[in-house]
């Protein structure tokens, strides 16, 4: 298993533009995670699959972002209608079923670069 | 209102010698603690953690401390080399619910030769 994979790596778009990011989780893995980083600061949760079920979003998850990860495998991420403030890196962590009482560790991605000019 | 920080935005260290890094939180409901590194365009790459249960946690160079009562936690890597110069991120999260992870700003570590 090679790890998480994002694609793309950099998508560069025009404002008002509709663009989608992929993420390939670790196989097994049931949870799955979507982070946005923007520069200086730590990532900051956007939302959270367990298995194909969307359990939790962030208010930072305006409308124009929606995510899905069909069949519990791979997700994507959408933002409709992209403006510059979206230009950050998205991240994409995965971990395992959490053991009873514990918490496991999430493993990331590369990430994706969006510049939105 | 930002509940974990790392209050050094950046740290030097000579080779060969202790680099400490630290993190403060403030919400009692964390329990679980973690030290990513992250080189620039990669994603966090993770390095150690720690449960509330415990005190300390050791991974080779790399140990991290954990104070409840004071809500710190601090990351020791020694020795100290060059491959170690990169952006470390502390990170917390509670075991209920998403065990989303709660990130601070980062501190940029540089080994010097």
């Known amino acids: 298993d090679t790890g998480v994979s994002q694609n793309p790596r950099h998508k560069i778009t025009k404002r008002g533009q509709n663009v989608t990011f992929r993420c390939d989780p670790i196989s097994e893995h049931n949870r799955l995670y979507w982070y946005r980083q923007t520069l200086g600061q730590g990532p900051e949760f956007l939302t959270y699959?367990?298995?194909?079920?969307?359990?939790?979003k962030s208010r930072l998850l305006s409308d124009r972002f929606s995510a899905e990860r069909p069949k519990g495998s791979f997700s994507t991420l959408e933002i409709q209608r992209t403006e510059q403030g979206d230009s950050a890196m998205y991240l994409c962590?995965?971990?395992?079923?959490?053991?009873?009482?514990?918490?496991?560790?999430?493993?990331f991605g590369p990430g994706t670069r969006l510049t939105v000019l | 209102d930002q509940q974990v920080k790392q209050n050094s935005p950046s740290l030097s260290v000579q080779e060969g010698r202790i680099s400490i890094l630290n993190c403060d939180y403030t919400n009692s409901m964390f329990d679980y603690f973690l030290w990513y590194k992250k080189y620039p365009a990669e994603g966090p790459t993770f390095l150690i953690s720690?449960?509330?249960?415990?005190d300390k946690n050791e991974d080779g160079r790399f140990t991290v401390f954990l104070n409840k009562s004071a809500k710190h936690l601090s990351l020791h890597i020694v020795p100290s080399q060059p491959g170690d110069s990169a952006v470390y991120f502390c990170?917390?999260?509670?075991?209920?619910?998403?065990?989303?992870?709660?990130f601070g700003q980062g501190t940029r570590l540089t080994i010097n030769p």
């Open positions: 720690i449960s509330s249960i415990k």
């Open positions: 962590a995965s971990s395992p079923w959490a053991t009873s009482g514990g918490t496991d560790t999430q493993y």
């Open positions: 990170a917390a999260s509670a075991s209920q619910g998403a065990q989303k992870l709660v």
């Open positions: 699959f367990q298995n194909e079920a969307q359990l939790e």
